[in-house]
């Protein structure tokens, strides 16, 4: 089947501001503000983005706010090799790590120190639903891991400490979900993913592996089931705008999903079974 009858990447609903010599940003070659790998942070583009959302305007954390709500909310999540963040823009797509990535860039690129979170992870039902189940091989490999290939957050640094920043779901998806939409500041962990225990990572860069192996993955997984996924994620996105709109806007629902959440996130209680580890909720 064509993949592109199942799945057409939908056109950004940006545009990548001209980039102008003299355009101020972080030359810095100090841990966690200077580029690393799919990292760019002195690319012209992510420099003239950094700049168009106010860097070196701002103040630290309301820069990184606007930078976690433009990649939160403009880069759509798709199944797509490991590439920098000069293409994520340009594209308007990217996985989780694409977002992250370029979220860190841009703050890299305004002076503010970034780095990853990363973490394997099980996810919620209604996102198994639209990220594993569409594709048999996927399925295997998540039922027989226990765990679903790795996740993260970035985290910046803002008045002496490490702020969270999951930039991955768009509030379409996280209503879709029935859970609340996070903000720059919360943490994902324990509100749609549950971190594997010991496998929490903080670091400047991405693993120089990570590249290769999601090529690999995206050729043992054909082509019309890649697309599948990504059709599926549209889904999930126009399912919960739908939800959203139903709600009476962003702020309704949020309430009202984190009042059907209540202050505690999910207790979990951790069953191993011969080379599987299974979560479920206590």
Not at 177 to 190: L, Y
Not at 241 to 258: F, P, S, T
């Amino acid at each position: 089947m064509d993949p592109t009858k199942i799945y057409q990447r939908p056109k950004p609903s940006y545009k990548i501001p001209e980039y102008k010599p003299g355009m101020k940003y972080c030359d810095s070659d100090e841990k966690y503000l200077r580029p690393t790998l799919y990292c760019n942070c002195r690319a012209p583009e992510v420099i003239a983005m950094a700049n168009e959302l106010g860097a070196f305007k701002k103040s630290d954390y309301e820069f990184a706010e606007t930078a976690f709500e433009f990649v939160k909310r403009k880069i759509i999540l798709e199944m797509v090799p490991m590439d920098d963040v000069v293409n994520v823009l340009k594209r308007g797509t990217g996985t989780c790590l694409h977002e992250i990535s370029l979220f860190i860039a841009l703050c890299r690129a305004a002076g503010i120190k970034a780095r990853y979170k990363l973490y394997a992870l099980t996810m919620i039902q209604q996102w198994y639903d639209a990220l594993v189940a569409p594709d048999p091989l996927m399925r295997k490999w998540y039922d027989a891991m226990g765990y679903f290939m790795l996740h993260g957050e970035g985290e910046v640094y803002v008045d002496g400490k490490w702020l969270p920043a999951d930039v991955g779901p768009t509030p379409e998806r996280q209503a879709a979900a029935g859970i609340p939409i996070t903000k720059f500041g919360e943490d994902s962990i324990g509100v749609w993913f549950h971190a594997l225990p010991g496998t929490i990572m903080r670091m400047e860069s991405l693993p120089i592996t990570l590249g290769p192996s999601s090529k690999i993955l995206m050729k043992k997984i054909a082509p019309a089931s890649v697309a599948k996924i990504n059709a599926s994620i549209l889904e999930q996105i126009e399912k919960g705008r739908k939800i959203i709109e139903e709600a009476g806007g962003e702020e309704a629902y949020d309430k009202m999903a984190r009042q059907k959440m209540g202050p505690q996130m999910p207790r979990l209680e951790i069953e191993y079974k011969k080379d599987k580890i299974k979560f479920k909720e206590k």
